[in-house]
């Protein structure tokens, strides 16, 4: 079954709130989230990202995305679309992610630093 991206823009808490996911063309099968908020000071930060499916351990690898869309590169495409969002849609420099200590090396990976309890990222140096 192929998946698509979808985007959904609304307004929340003196903000905009930007709903990236992948699901099934029905929209029935909801495979991957991210929700990215830009708020009103202007400040990019992804609330939230999960990938659903059975869980499979990290370096083997499922034999279908049906099976288990986890270790797919979804998350990492969500993570790249938000970035592209707040660099070239709303032209701001910096991204942050609020990560615990299990997750820093995900994001570390993709070029995000630690800055107090936030894991930030230049988006224009990315671009």
Same mark, same amino acid.
């Not at 979808?6 to 099934?24: Q, T, V």
């Not at 009103?40 to 499979?56: D, F, M, V």
């Not at 992610?97 to 990976?109: C, E, L, P, Q, S």
């Given at each position: 079954?192929?998946?698509?991206?979808?985007?959904?823009? &609304?307004?929340?808490?003196?903000?905009?709130?930007?709903?990236?996911?992948?699901?099934?063309?029905?929209? !029935?099968?909801? &495979?991957?989230?991210? /929700?990215? /908020?830009?708020?009103?000071?202007?400040?990019?930060?992804? /609330?939230?990202?999960? !990938?659903? #499916?059975?869980?499979? *351990?990290? #370096?083997?690898? *499922? !034999? $279908?995305?049906?099976?288990?869309?986890?270790?797919?590169?979804?998350?990492?495409?969500? @993570?790249?679309?938000?970035?592209?969002? !707040?660099?070239?849609? &709303?032209? +701001?420099?910096? @991204?942050?992610?609020?990560?615990?200590?299990?997750?820093?090396?995900?994001?570390?990976? $993709?070029? &995000?630093? +630690?800055?107090?309890?936030?894991?930030?990222?230049?988006? /224009?140096?990315? $671009?």
């Amino acid at each position: 079954e192929k998946i698509y991206l979808f985007r959904e823009d &609304y307004s929340a808490s003196d903000g905009k709130e930007i709903f990236l996911s992948f699901e099934n063309k029905n929209r !029935t099968k909801l &495979y991957s989230l991210l /929700r990215l /908020r830009i708020s009103s000071e202007n400040k990019a930060i992804i /609330r939230e990202i999960h !990938t659903y #499916g059975q869980l499979h *351990p990290i #370096g083997e690898s *499922p !034999t $279908s995305l049906l099976i288990s869309p986890q270790h797919k590169g979804l998350g990492k495409r969500l @993570i790249k679309e938000a970035e592209k969002i !707040t660099g070239k849609e &709303y032209n +701001l420099k910096n @991204i942050s992610v609020i990560a615990g200590i299990g997750a820093r090396d995900y994001f570390r990976k $993709s070029g &995000y630093k +630690l800055k107090d309890t936030y894991m930030v990222k230049n988006v /224009r140096k990315a $671009s």
